[in-house]
C-alpha cells in the first residue's frame, strides 16, 4: 500500500478566503481543504504528522481559470517567432532573416500588430520570400484571425485562387488554408504541445484552462489528445482542461452524438462557432462601416438561420451551446437567434441551457439587456483592452468614436450578466493578473471593476460558467484543494471608484487581500496546486 500522504500546513502567509479574512494559515488534507485560520491556531494544529511549509509572507489564494484558450495554439507559439515586440515591418522582416540565417526551413511567428507601426504597412509575400531565403513562412497576427504568408507557401497551397488572399496576407478561407497546412501535427507533436503549454499555465497559477477546440482550427484528434494528457492525475500532473467542441448543429441528434464524443467530457458546443471575425483584420461585423474602411463592415460566417437552428438542437437537448462574436451587427444575429429560439421551445429553457458568448466587444444597453433576459453569460479578455483601447490605438483606428463603447465589463456585471475572465492564448499572454489589472485600468473609467470582482470573474466564474463544482474557486473548510500561492510586493483592497481613495489597508474593511498591482513587482508564482496535487514549484520553494 501507498504510504498516506501527510497533511501539509501552510503559515505565516496571507489566505484570500471568504470564511476568514484575517487568515494567515491553511492546512490541506489529501485533496481537501481542511482548515483556514490564524497563526495562533496553526500552532496547535503542528506536529510531526503534518508537514509544515513556511509562506515567508507568502500570498495563497484559489487557483486561477482561464475561460478562454487554445492549448495547443499556445504550445506552438511558445516555441514560434515572438513578434509581439516588433515595432515597424523592418522589425518583423528582420525577424524572419534572423531565423532563415539560422538555418530554418519553415518559420512560424505570432503575435504582430500593425496597428502602432509607422505607416501600418504589412509585409507582402515577396518581402517574406526574401527575408526567408525562400523559407516557407506563416506569421499569425496578434488576433489570430488573419496572417501573412510567404510566396512560396502561398504557391504550394493555390492560395492566389482562394477568397482572402491579397499578395501574401490571408483571412477567411485562404487562412483557414494556410494554418491547416502548417498544423500537419502527429500525435506525439500535439502531445508534446499541449503539455508544453499547460505546464506554462500551471507556472502562472492556473489550476484549469478552458479549451476553445472548432474543426476550423484543429482536427478533433486535436482535442482527443489533448483530453489523454490532462489533469493532476496523469504521469505529468498538468491543469485540467475543460473542453468545448465549437461544431454547428443543426438537430438533436446531432448535438447528443457530439456530447457523447470526448469520453463524455464536453462542457458545451460552444466557443469559437464564429459568428464573425476580429477588430485587427476588420472581419467583425458591424453596424457601421470600419472608421479606416469605409468599404467594408467585416464578414458574418454564419446566418440567423445558422445560430437558431443550433441553439434549438442544444437547447431542446439541455446543453450549453454559444458563439464568438465580436461585433455589434454580430450580436444582433445572435441575439435574434435566441429570440426564435424562445418563441419555440420557450423562455425558461432557453434560461436552463446556461448559453455562452465569447468575446463579445461591442455590447450596447440594449444588448446587454437582452442577455439578461436570455440567461446568456460572457466570457471576456481584459488585455485586450489594455492592448487595443488606449487613445490612438487600435480600437480607435478601426472604429473611431465607437471605441469609448468596447469591452463593457462593468456594464455587464452590474447588470447581472455572469461575466468569466481569459486571455484567448496566445492572442494574449496567460497571465492572469495582468487581465485583473487591465479590468482595473480601463480605458474607459465608466468601465473599470474592482480587483475582488475581477479576481472572481477569473476563478469561481470560471467555473461556474461550465457548470463546474459550486464549491471550486474559493478557499474555505471542505472546498477541493486548488490554490495557487504568489510572491507579492504588497496586499491591499481596491475600489474602482475614482472619486473615492482607491487602496487601502485597512483590516477593519473585513474584505480578503489581493496583491497590489501598481508595485514594481508582478506577483510570481511560487506554486500551483490542483486537488491536493502540486502541479508546479518555483526553484527553491518549500513545496509539499
Not at 504597412?121 to 518581402?127: D, K
Not at 504557391?155 to 498544423?183: E, P, S
Not at 496546486?529 to 502541479?535: A, D, P, W
Request: charged share 20%; proline share 5%.
Amino acid at each position: 500500500m501507498p504510504t498516506p500522504q501527510r497533511p501539509v500546513l501552510y503559515r505565516n502567509g496571507s489566505v484570500y478566503s471568504p470564511a476568514d479574512p484575517f487568515a494567515t494559515a491553511m492546512l490541506v488534507d489529501g485533496d481537501t481543504l481542511a482548515w483556514v485560520g490564524t497563526e495562533h491556531a496553526a500552532t496547535n494544529l503542528a506536529g510531526p504528522d503534518v508537514r509544515s511549509v513556511d509562506l515567508d509572507g507568502a500570498l495563497v489564494t484559489p487557483g486561477f481559470v482561464d475561460a478562454h484558450a487554445h492549448v495547443t495554439e499556445t504550445g506552438i507559439a511558445l516555441g514560434s517567432l515572438d513578434l509581439t515586440s516588433c515595432r515597424s515591418l523592418g522589425d518583423l522582416l528582420d525577424a524572419v532573416a534572423a531565423a532563415a540565417d539560422a538555418g530554418a526551413t519553415t518559420i512560424l511567428g505570432f503575435g504582430w500588430d500593425e496597428s502602432q507601426w509607422p505607416g501600418k504597412r504589412i509585409p507582402t509575400a515577396a518581402e517574406l520570400d526574401r527575408a526567408s531565403r525562400g523559407a516557407l513562412v506563416y506569421l499569425v497576427r496578434a488576433d489570430i484571425h488573419s496572417a501573412v504568408v510567404s510566396g512560396t507557401l502561398a504557391a504550394g497551397l493555390g492560395l492566389a485562387a482562394v477568397d482572402g488572399w491579397t499578395d501574401g496576407f490571408v483571412v477567411r478561407a485562404a487562412h483557414v488554408a494556410a494554418r491547416q497546412a502548417t498544423r500537419r501535427l502527429d500525435a506525439e507533436q500535439r502531445r508534446s504541445y499541449q503539455q508544453a503549454a499547460l505546464l506554462h499555465a500551471a507556472s502562472r497559477g492556473y489550476v484549469a484552462v478552458t479549451e476553445m477546440a472548432a474543426p476550423h482550427i484543429a482536427p478533433r484528434e486535436d482535442l482527443e489528445t489533448l483530453l489523454s494528457v490532462d489533469g493532476p492525475g496523469g504521469a505529468l500532473p498538468l491543469p485540467e482542461v475543460i473542453p468545448y467542441w465549437a461544431e454547428l448543429t443543426s438537430t438533436r441528434a446531432e448535438v447528443g452524438a457530439l456530447m457523447q464524443g470526448f469520453d463524455g467530457r464536453l462542457a458545451g458546443l460552444a466557443g469559437d462557432l464564429n459568428v464573425d471575425g476580429s477588430i485587427g483584420s476588420r472581419t467583425a461585423a458591424l453596424r457601421e462601416p470600419y472608421a479606416d474602411d469605409q468599404e467594408s463592415r467585416g464578414t458574418l460566417y454564419l446566418t440567423e438561420e445558422d445560430v437558431a437552428a443550433h441553439l434549438m438542437a442544444a437547447t431542446a437537448e439541455t446543453v450549453q451551446a454559444g458563439f464568438h462574436v465580436i461585433g455589434d451587427a454580430g450580436l444582433d444575429v445572435v441575439l435574434r437567434g435566441l429570440e426564435r429560439t424562445a418563441r419555440e421551445l420557450g423562455i425558461e429553457e432557453v434560461r436552463r441551457a446556461r448559453h455562452r458568448l465569447e468575446h463579445v466587444e461591442m455590447a450596447d444597453d440594449a444588448a446587454i439587456a437582452a442577455l439578461v433576459h436570455f440567461g446568456v453569460a460572457v466570457s471576456g479578455q481584459p488585455v485586450f483592452d489594455a492592448l487595443w483601447g488606449v487613445e490612438g490605438g487600435l480600437y480607435e483606428q478601426r472604429l473611431g468614436e465607437r471605441r469609448a463603447g468596447m469591452n463593457r465589463f462593468a456594464s455587464l456585471l452590474s447588470a447581472g450578466v455572469l461575466v468569466a475572465l481569459g486571455s484567448d492564448s496566445p492572442v494574449t499572454p496567460l497571465d492572469p493578473w495582468a487581465s485583473v489589472r487591465a479590468c482595473l485600468q480601463h480605458s474607459s473609467g465608466a468601465e473599470n471593476i474592482s480587483a475582488r470582482a475581477a479576481f472572481i470573474a477569473h476563478t469561481r466564474a470560471s467555473w461556474r460558467l461550465s457548470g463546474g463544482s459550486p464549491m471550486m474557486g474559493q478557499l474555505a473548510p471542505g472546498t477541493p484543494a486548488s490554490f495557487a500561492v504568489w510572491q507579492v510586493d504588497e496586499l491591499m483592497v481596491q475600489t474602482p471608484d475614482n472619486r473615492v481613495q482607491s487602496w487601502s489597508t485597512d483590516p477593519r474593511a473585513g474584505t480578503p487581500l489581493l496583491p497590489a498591482l501598481d508595485t514594481e513587482n508582478a506577483p510570481r508564482c511560487l506554486q500551483t496546486v490542483h486537488g491536493g496535487v502540486q502541479l508546479f514549484a518555483a526553484e527553491g520553494f518549500a513545496a509539499a
